[in-house]
C-alpha cells in the first residue's frame, strides 16, 4: 500500500511540474510570436504594420512634433470645468475632475499607435489606471466591455467599446500627458484612451464619459 501511495505521489508531482512546464512554454510562445524590432527600426515606417503582431521593446520614442493625427483637432476644453463621468453598470456614478485624476497613482507606458497606411509613432503615455478607476466605482458582475465617448457636445461625439478584460489589466488607459508635457489640443487633451495593440483610430481623444456595459 505504501508503495503504491508512493508512486501516485510521483506521478501526480510529474503531472503537476509537466503541466507548469506547458503553461510556461505557452507564455513564451505568445510573446515569442511577436516580431521584434530592432532599435534601428523607426516607428514612423510601421504604418502598414499591425501593432498587436509587434514587440516594440527596442523601438525608439517618436519626438512629439512628428506625430501624426486624425479626426478633430481643434476642440479646446477647459482643464478647470472638464470633468470624466464613469457611469452604467457600476455601483457609484462617479464624476472626477483633471486634478483629482492626476492625484492619482501614475500609470506610464511606451505605446504605438498606428493609423493604417497614414502614419504611426511611438510615445511614452503618462496618465492613470482606467481599471482601477472602474473597481472603485463597483463594476456590476455583469459587465464585459466599456464605453468610451469623446468630445462631449461637441457634434462631433465618437464612441468606441473595449472589452472589460483589457481595461482591468492596463492594455487600454488614459493619458494627461505624452513624451513628457501635457497632452496637446491636436492630440486631446485633456485626457484620451491609449489603446495598445488597437489600430489609433480606435483611440478616444477629448475623453468625456466612461460606460460600464454588458453584452
Not at 503537476?16 to 510570436?33: C, E, I, N, P, Y
Not at 512629439?64 to 486624425?70: Q, R, S, V
Request: a positive charge; proline letters at 5%.
Amino acid at each position: 500500500m505504501d508503495t503504491r501511495r508512493n508512486f501516485l505521489a510521483r506521478a501526480f508531482t510529474y503531472l503537476g511540474a509537466t503541466g507548469l512546464l506547458f503553461a510556461s512554454a505557452g507564455r513564451v510562445w505568445a510573446k515569442a510570436k511577436r516580431r521584434i524590432l530592432g532599435s534601428e527600426v523607426k516607428a514612423t515606417d510601421l504604418l502598414n504594420d499591425l501593432p498587436r503582431e509587434l514587440d516594440t521593446r527596442n523601438l525608439q520614442i517618436t519626438p512629439i512634433e512628428k506625430f501624426g493625427t486624425m479626426g478633430p483637432t481643434d476642440i479646446e476644453l477647459d482643464p478647470k470645468t472638464w470633468r470624466l463621468e464613469i457611469d452604467g453598470l457600476v455601483k457609484k456614478k462617479m464624476s472626477l475632475s483633471l486634478d483629482q485624476l492626476k492625484a492619482r497613482p501614475v500609470l506610464e507606458k511606451k505605446v504605438l499607435l498606428i493609423c493604417p497606411g497614414v502614419f504611426s509613432y511611438h510615445a511614452r503615455w503618462k496618465g492613470l489606471s482606467l481599471g482601477a478607476l472602474l473597481r472603485e466605482a463597483g463594476l456590476d458582475g455583469t459587465v464585459n466591455s466599456i464605453e468610451a465617448r469623446g468630445p462631449r457636445g461637441q457634434g462631433v461625439e465618437k464612441l468606441e467599446s473595449f472589452p472589460l478584460k483589457e481595461v482591468l489589466t492596463d492594455q487600454v488607459f488614459l493619458a494627461y500627458e505624452v513624451n513628457g508635457v501635457p497632452l496637446p489640443i491636436k492630440h486631446g487633451a485633456p485626457m484620451r484612451i491609449v489603446a495598445a495593440d488597437h489600430y489609433g483610430d480606435d483611440w478616444v481623444k477629448y475623453l468625456g464619459r466612461i460606460t460600464a456595459v454588458a453584452g
